[in-house]
């Protein structure tokens, strides 16, 4: 079973595009369970300190994939986000 | 058909959907068509009440759709194609690049309030320091991509530069007097964090043109989803101010010098959602409000009560205090300047 880390960027309380952006990433990690890969979802605040320190501005929602971030300013397809974490994955 | 020619097809028909959109507004323009609802106070008046905000909407809307699907689309588009890496990345960076960046681009990245006050924390945070996040933070309401092209739609494109410009200028002198009180600095000091960006990376994955394309206009329902609901009951509050607020008052209270200073007040207060401030300035206009008194009103959006109690919550009440003082003295002098200017004072 692999591990990939997903971390869900937005501001607390999350916005709208953010929450979409979650489920979006819960969907694929659904998915991708049947084929091994084991997701783990957090959620991290823009805002606070920790996470301006690890990536810089970011524009809200962006996802970060095993500490890289991959999405930013938009709200992915859950094909596109399955297809980045099998990538991450291998 | 194989994939690249089924993402060629959608990309094209998403492509003519948007170059119509765009035609129909120059189109409009060209056989001088107003986009502006055209029912006179005096027409409304007539009406029983319950009519009022009826008559105006459907007004409002035979008028107004093609202005308003051409600035949801454009603002979807500009907010999903600008290079938002390469702005974040620099918009940290320093003093000058940080209050270029925040007058330059806050107009194109904020077009949902939601990524506003984050992107305001961040550049704070970042090391750009208090001065360019507050430049930021007041050009952001004040000149984002769909007020601007109604206002200049809906009131006259000399009102939307004047209002772009005035804007920038206020934000900037609020950044710059911020960044040198000894509030704004000791703010700063606290949420500075040392070498920023040091430990991971960002690596955007671009995703094919069409779904970028689509990307952009569901962006642009999304926005419209949000805003549309406020903007009809705004319509409908609007309706009624032109049915029942009678022109002498507004010709007494809201032209001259005490017409700027009463319009700055109202303007923040008096929390206005997106784009309303924008309509119901043109019906106290129509109604005989000077164009001076209308740009403090237009201006009055940064120091509204909503977005101050977001910001309060990183910055201290005195940095509030000080960029709604700011704001507000702002508004009036440019009131006042433009009325000069403009000989409508």
């Not at chain 2, 007058?103 to 949902?112: D, E, I, N, S």
């Not at chain 2, 992107?119 to 704070?124: E, S, Y």
Request: aromatic share 8%; hydrophobic share 50%; net charge positive.
């Amino acid at each position: 079973m692999k591990e990939v880390k997903v971390e869900v960027i937005g501001p607390e309380p999350p916005c709208m595009r953010c929450q979409a952006v979650k489920r979006v990433v819960e969907r694929a990690a659904e998915k991708l369970k049947q084929s091994g890969i084991m997701v783990n979802i957090e959620r991290a605040n823009i805002m606070s300190k920790e996470v301006v320190q690890k990536y810089g501005i970011l524009v809200s929602p962006a996802l970060a994939i095993n500490n890289t971030v991959k999405v930013m300013g938009r709200v992915p397809s859950s094909d596109e986000v399955e297809k980045l974490i099998r990538e991450a994955a291998e | 058909m194989d994939e690249k020619t089924v993402r060629a097809l959608r990309a094209g028909i998403i492509l003519a959907f948007i170059i119509v959109v765009i035609s129909l507004l120059i189109y409009s323009r060209i056989m001088a068509y107003s986009l502006a609802p055209q029912s006179k106070p005096v027409d409304l008046r007539g009406l029983p009440i319950w009519q009022i905000p009826i008559v105006y909407l459907i007004d409002y809307f035979s008028h107004g759709t093609i202005c308003l699907l051409f600035a949801f689309t454009v603002a979807g588009l500009i907010y999903e194609f600008v290079p938002k890496e390469a702005i974040t990345k620099y918009m940290g960076s320093g003093r000058v690049a940080g209050y270029g960046l925040a007058l330059g681009m806050a107009p194109f990245l904020t077009v949902c309030s939601c990524t506003m006050v984050p992107l305001f924390g961040g550049v704070l945070y970042a090391g750009a320091g208090i001065g360019p996040a507050i430049t930021f933070l007041l050009m952001a309401p004040a000149a984002n991509i769909l007020t601007i092209l109604l206002t200049g739609e809906m009131i006259s494109w000399e009102v939307a530069g004047v209002r772009i410009i005035a804007s920038a200028t206020v934000a900037l002198v609020a950044g710059i007097i911020i960044s040198k009180t000894p509030w704004g600095k000791a703010v700063e000091k606290e949420h500075q964090v040392a070498n920023a960006a040091a430990t991971a990376k960002i690596e955007l994955v671009k995703p094919p043109l069409d779904e970028r394309l689509w990307a952009a206009l569901k962006f642009a329902g999304y926005l419209a989803k949000q805003i549309l609901p406020f903007f009809i009951l705004g319509l409908i509050a609007v309706s009624y101010v032109e049915a029942f607020l009678p022109e002498d008052i507004v010709g007494t209270y809201l032209t001259g010098v005490t017409g700027i200073l009463i319009a700055s007040v109202l303007g923040g207060p008096l929390y206005t959602p997106t784009l309303v401030e924008v309509v119901l300035g043109k019906a106290m206009w129509d109604l005989g409000m000077s164009k001076g008194a209308l740009l403090s009103w237009l201006m009055g959006q940064p120091y509204d009560v909503a977005n101050a109690l977001a910001v309060s919550r990183i910055a201290k009440w005195k940095v509030v205090l000080t960029y709604m003082l700011i704001a507000w003295a702002g508004s009036v002098t440019f009131g006042l300047l433009y009325s000069f200017l403009s000989g409508s004072l």
